[in-house]
C-alpha cells in the first residue's frame, strides 16, 4: 500500500516552539524529527512499502517521486524551504494526480498530511472550501473522497486544546468524514517538543505501519514470517451482529491442492509473505542505490543460508504447481502460492478468501476435504484422466425455466426487438408474439417496471399504424389488443397486472 507524505510548508509552520534550557525550534523542526523517525521505522520494517514525499503551501510540489529509498526522502526533509500560505485544497489535487499517474485508481493508498493545524487565510483556505462545497461546478470539484481508496492521516503538530479555541479540529474532523472517514487525527499530547512529536508518530506507527509477524505452521515443521502489507480486518455483513474479524498470528497449512482445481478464485486481498530470520547479509539487501531498492528481496535472501520452511515451502509450490491451503482463522481460510515477477524472480503469496466454511463453491466445505491416501479409489484416476472437482451438490437444482434479467441495456433492447419483429409477422407468428409478449411482461411486473409496459404498448400502437394495405386484417386486431392489455397492466390494476395472468390472443373471425 503506497504511502504519500504531504509536507506543511507554509509561514505558519515556521512560529516558534520554546523549549526549556535548549535552543528554539519551529513547528517545522518537530513535524521534520517526527517524520524522519517515520522513515526510519519504515527502513527498517516497511522496506517493500513504496513512499513519495510532497510539499505544499499556496502551491503543492513533488520532492522525491514514490521510492524504496528512505536516504532519499531524508535527504529531502533536511532541504525544506519556506512559502506562503496554505492551501490544503491544492495540496489534495496533487495528491491525486501523483497517485493516479503512478498507480491509477485501483491501488489503495494511505496519506500522512503532516500541518500545524492552520486552515489559511481568505479563498483558498479549507474553510472557504469545505463551505462552498455544494456551490460547485463539475469542473470545479473538490478533490475528496479521491478516485482511489485512502485512509487519510492527519499529523497536527499542535495540541488539542489549541486546536478547539478555534474551528481547526471542526474542519479537519470534516475533512476526514469527506475522505470517507477510514483514517484518523492526531495530535500532540503535553508541550510542543521532541518528545511528544516523537509520541505522536508512534502512534501512527503503531496504528498504520506495525509489522505483521506471524508463525506458519504446517505438521511438525514452522517458520517465523512477516505478512506485508498488514491484512485488514474484516466485517462480515451477514452475521447478526457484525464483527471485525482478524487473521491468526497463527496461520496453519491445511493441505495442498493443484492449481488446475484452484483456479482463479475470488480474493478479498493479497499479501507478500516473507521469513523473518534475516543474517548480516541479508541486512544489506535494500541499502545503497536506488537502483539496488527497486527490487524486492527473495524468500531466499530475506532468509539468508539458514535452514527455514518458509524457503521450502516456497520452492516446492513452484516446482510442483501447486497452492497450499492456509486457516486465518476460525472459518476463514485463504491461499498460499508462488507468484513470478519475472523469469528468474518470484515471490510467496497469499491470498484472503471471504470467510466461511465454503469460500469456494467448487470444492465444497474446506473442512470436508482429505488426503488422496484416504480416499477408496484414487479421485483423479490412474492416469489423471479425471478430477473430483467441482464438488457436485446434494440436491441436484433445475436450470429448466428461464428468467429474465436485464443486466445491460442492450439485453432489455434485444427482448424489445423480438417482440417487434414477431408483430410484423403476425398473424403467422401469433403464439410466439403471445409468448415473447407475456414473458418481458412478467419481467417487468417483477421488477416494478411499469414505464416499460407503457412504452411497449406505445411501440405496439405505432406499428399497427404502420401496418402496409397488404398486410392481414388479424394483425391490426392483434397489436391493438396487446397494447390495450399492456395499459391495463401498467396501471396495477389488481385484475390486469396479477403476475400469474397471460395475455391472450383476440378472438376474432379471421383467428380460424
Partial sequence: MPTVVLMDVSLSMTRPVSLDGSEEFQRKNLAVHGLNMLFEHMASNYRLEFTTLMAFSSLWELLVPFTRDYNALQEALSNLEDYDKTCIESALHGVSNVVQQEWGSACPCQVVLVTDGSLGIGKGSLRHSLLTLKQRGDDKKFPLPFPFPTKLFIMCIANAEELQMTDAMDNLEELLRISGGDGQIFTMEGPLCMKSVQALFGRLIDHAYSPFHAVLHCGNLSSDVQVFPRPEPIVVDEEVEPMPRTVSTDLEIVGF???????????????????????????????????????????SQMAGKSPNFCVLLHGSLKVEGMVALVQLGPEWYGMLYSQADSKKKSNLMMSLF?????????????????????????????????????VQPPVKRSYAQNVTVWIKASGLQTDVQKILRNARKLPDKTQTFYKELNRLRKAALAFGFWELLKVVADLLERECTLLPDSAHPDAAFQLSHAAQQLKLASTGDSQHSAFDHNIVPMHTDFSS
Fill in 257 to 299: 491442492i493443484e492449481i488446475a482445481d484452484i483456479s482463479s478464485p475470488p480474493v478479498i486481498s493479497r499479501h507478500l509473505v516473507l521469513p523473518i530470520a534475516v543474517n548480516k547479509e541479508v541486512d544489506e539487501v535494500g541499502t545503497g542505490t536506488t537502483d539496488e531498492l527497486e527490487e524486492e528481496p527473495s524468500a
Fill in 354 to 390: 471471504e470467510p466461511g466454511a465454503e469460500p469456494l463453491p467448487w470444492l465444497g466445505k474446506i473442512s470436508h476435504l482429505g488426503p488422496i491416501s484416504e480416499a477408496a479409489e484414487n479421485p483423479y484416476g490412474e492416469d489423471d484422466s479425471k478430477s473430483p472437482f467441482p
